[in-house]
């Protein structure tokens, strides 16, 4: 995986990888990989489980925002 950043050169990330072995529904993981729009299953497995991550990530930042009172930028002045 490539991170980059306006005006930085490339900077390649390593992911240590291992093997698993899991029982998946051969077609609900074809359905996926389609869905996603990736070429293989194990880049289905990832993106998947990159998605459910993300959630989880958006969900606890709302939950930390709940009851922070936003106001309207005209409102922090004066």
Same mark, same amino acid.
């Given at each position: 995986?490539?991170? !980059?950043?306006?005006? /930085?050169?490339? /900077?390649?990330?390593?992911?240590? /990888? ?5 029982? +998946?529904?051969?077609?609900? $993981?074809?359905?996926? !990989?389609?869905? @996603?729009? $990736? *070429? ?8 998947? @489980? &990159?998605? $459910?991550?993300?959630?989880?990530? +958006? ?5 930390? @925002? !709940?009851?922070?009172?936003? !106001?309207? *930028?005209?409102? +922090? &002045?004066?």
């Amino acid at each position: 995986m490539v991170s !980059r950043k306006p005006g /930085k050169t490339a /900077k390649i990330v390593r992911e240590i /990888k291992v093997s698993r072995t899991y029982r +998946l529904n051969p077609a609900r $993981v074809e359905e996926a !990989r389609r869905a @996603l729009g $990736v *070429p293989t299953a194990t880049a289905a497995i990832e993106t998947a @489980l &990159d998605m $459910v991550t993300f959630r989880h990530e +958006l969900a606890e930042g709302t939950r930390v @925002l !709940r009851g922070i009172a936003i !106001r309207p *930028p005209e409102a +922090l &002045d004066g």
